[in-house]
């Protein structure tokens, strides 16, 4: 033992490097399922600049204890990037860090996404901690004093930082143009990457500094034009169902974690969404092929894109990093209107900075956790049932003043982890789904679908129903991947399931009591909810000179949508498939959405896949070249 701990000491630099190069195969085995030697090889690179500034910054006295920190921070990096995978599939850069503060409030999840052979990442340290207790012990009678370490070497050591300085570049530089971040961090290594993330920001603020708002406006409707064309809308002249909803109140209900999947879906006789499918049933408008688009905010992002038209940055949370400009938003527009726009939901509102992303997006006033009874539904506190009573108060206030109002719900009680108390429970999950996530997720979105009908009877009880246009819709999916194989999924619920076409499925719906609504066959995001409303309402958003990157679902039959974050950038869905890239467009992947066969020929949507990346990349420069409030 004193003889592994003597070289330890002697030689930190050495085995520090090592060990992080052990720990960067274990990476690589837990989230990409492989270990490429090649690929190893940006990683050692990487790590040798880390350890040759650090040897280089720090006298021989503390060599030993500085190369162990720095082993337990990148370890930590590398933990949490374990972490971060495992829940949302995706390696997180270094701008997620402005998200640590959330962290506390979804505990749970958190938790859930900890797999125990991640903490192998810390077992060098279990060792050497061991190591370093018996040597202590061994040396109590040994009277010589420890050999100083050997004199540092800086000329070696800063031929050493130069090298791997140009290897990482060059890596870089090969790989920087990739837009699909799972191939792009695979190819890099996660410490490269991060320095990756950060030129290709660097560049794209560059190349718009001395651009304006108005030129990507001009520069969309042009790319709209050529992509679109005429063949792309349903008719020419007024759109269809324009002004249907024209003055009515607008009640906007997101829903947490739910998936298309359980519309329709029976439980053993048992109907888990009756509310929703009575609302399909009596003519809503509804459209069953629309997909989550949201970023790093997650449920806070799904508000953002569906009040303003505008795709997530992907690369920050929307409230975190353009909470401080004026968004051009529906609660925005209608307030020029007359309208008194309220955002309701039961957790504290500085949760994902909405204490900064309501003023932005020109709500009135927000209701979030002071205004509410706790009556302990969950880790976020009340139940959707409580969120709804007190909507109902102010609500029926604003109508017997005579003022029209756009209320927004937020719902919780769907949630991850997805406990509901017996209290709570609605239906009887089965015994095959009994202590599953599933049967969870099962008794969960139930409650959710019952809470909203509830609301709905207590709308139609104060007569406001009538002159209200309901919208609905799921902020992104709820299943995990790792706890819900496709094929069980599939044999408990007699459904197909896909574990990204089915996962990524949210559900969108509009009820305009009066009016006879249609189900709509063709894809949609939620960067399109906004427009089909104003068209619903009335609102001419280019008339207002509004800037959407989205489209109105009622009037478009060609459209196609991107996503990214969840999946890399350049997937997109259009009216026939799912494209997911690999490096670039022909090493990538198509699923028939409505077979979800793998489609070999995908050659014909390569237009689709370069408008996409173009579409996303205008939203983005619009984003940033808003001025700030």
């Known amino acids: 033992m004193n003889i592994i701990m003597n070289a330890y000491r002697k030689s930190p630099f050495w085995a520090t490097f090592i060990l992080l190069m052990v720990k ?22 990487a790590v040798l600049v880390v350890l040759c500034v650090l040897e280089l910054i720090t006298s021989s006295r503390w ?51 900890i797999h125990v052979k991640f903490y192998a990442l810390f077992a060098d340290f279990v060792v050497l901690l061991g190591l370093y207790l018996a040597t202590m012990v061994a040396s109590r009678n040994n009277t010589d004093k420890p050999k100083s370490q050997p004199a540092a070497k800086p000329l070696y050591v800063g031929i050493a930082l130069a090298v791997s300085l140009a290897a990482s570049f060059l890596y870089i530089r090969a790989d920087l143009d990739i837009p699909n971040e799972l191939v792009k961090a695979e190819r890099l290594g996660v410490l490269n990457y991060q320095v990756a993330i950060a030129i290709n920001e660097r560049q794209e603020n560059s190349a718009i500094k001395h651009g304006s708002a108005d030129d990507t406006r001009e520069t969309l409707e042009e790319l709209e034009e050529g992509f679109i064309g005429e063949d792309g809308v349903v008719e020419a002249g007024t759109p269809n169902f324009f002004g249907v909803a024209e003055g009515r109140n607008v009640i906007v209900i997101q829903l947490e ?19 929703l499918n009575d609302l399909i049933e009596q003519g809503s408008f509804y459209f069953p092929k629309v997909f989550q688009q949201i970023g790093q905010g997650n449920t806070s992002d799904a508000e953002f894109i569906s009040n303003t038209g505008i795709y997530p940055t992907g690369t920050i949370a929307m409230s975190k990093g353009y909470g401080d400009r004026e968004i051009p938003s529906l609660p925005r527009l209608l307030g020029e209107q007359g309208y008194v726009s309220n955002t309701f939901h039961v957790n504290d509102v500085t949760f994902w900075d909405r204490n900064i992303l309501y003023p ?21 506190g009340a139940s959707d049932g409580e969120m709804y ?60 679908d019952k809470a909203l009908g509830d609301f709905i009877d207590n709308l139609k009880a104060n007569g406001m129903w009538d002159n209200t246009i309901l919208v609905v819709y799921g902020d992104h999916m709820g299943l995990q991947q790792k706890e819900n194989d496709p094929a069980w999924v599939e044999e408990v619920l007699g459904v197909p399931y896909h574990e990204t076409i089915s996962r990524f499925n949210i559900p969108f719906l509009v009820h305009v009591p009066g009016v006879e609504g249609k189900t709509m066959k063709g894809v949609g995001g939620q960067v399109d909810m906004m427009p089909t409303v104003a068209n619903l309402m009335g609102i001419s958003l280019e008339q207002e000179g509004y800037t959407v990157f989205g489209r109105d679902l009622l009037n478009t039959k060609k459209n196609v949508i991107g996503m990214r974050y969840y999946m890399p950038t350049g997937s997109f869905f259009n009216n026939d498939v799912m494209f997911v890239p690999g490096k670039g467009f ?42 700030k409030r």
């Not at 974690?257 to 509310?275: A, H, I, K, R, W």
């Open 24 to 45: 960067m195969a274990l990476f690589r085995q837990f989230t990409f399922e492989t270990v490429q030697i090649s690929r190893l090889l940006s990683d050692a690179a």
């Open 63 to 113: 060599k030993t204890a500085v190369m162990t920190a720095g082993n337990a921070i990148v370890s930590l990096i590398l933990f949490a990037c374990c972490v971060y995978f495992s829940f949302f599939g995706s390696i997180p850069s270094y701008t997620a860090l402005h998200g640590l503060d959330q962290v506390g409030q979804v505990k749970e999840s958190v938790e859930s996404a």
């Open 257 to 275: 974690s739910f998936q298309n999947l359980m519309l329709g879906l029976e439980v053993d006789g048992q109907e888990v969404t009756p509310v």
């Open 360 to 380: 932005a997006l020109g709500f009135t006033k927000y209701y979030d956790k002071p205004a509410f009874v706790d009556d302990e539904f969950n880790g976020f």
């Open 389 to 448: 009573r007190v909507g109902l108060e102010k609500l029926t206030e604003l109508h017997q003043e005579g003022k029209p109002f756009y209320a927004q719900f937020v719902t919780t009680s769907s949630h991850h982890p997805f406990w509901v108390k017996k209290e709570f429970l609605n239906i009887n999950v089965p015994q095959r789904l009994s202590g599953t996530q599933l049967g969870h997720y099962v008794a969960a979105t139930n409650y959710t």
């Open 586 to 627: 022909e090493d990538g992947t198509a699923y028939d959405l409505d077979t979800f066969e793998q489609v070999e020929d995908f050659s014909m949507y390569r237009e689709d896949y370069d408008y996409i990346l173009e579409l996303m990349k205008l939203s983005d420069n619009y984003m940033k070249l808003l001025p």
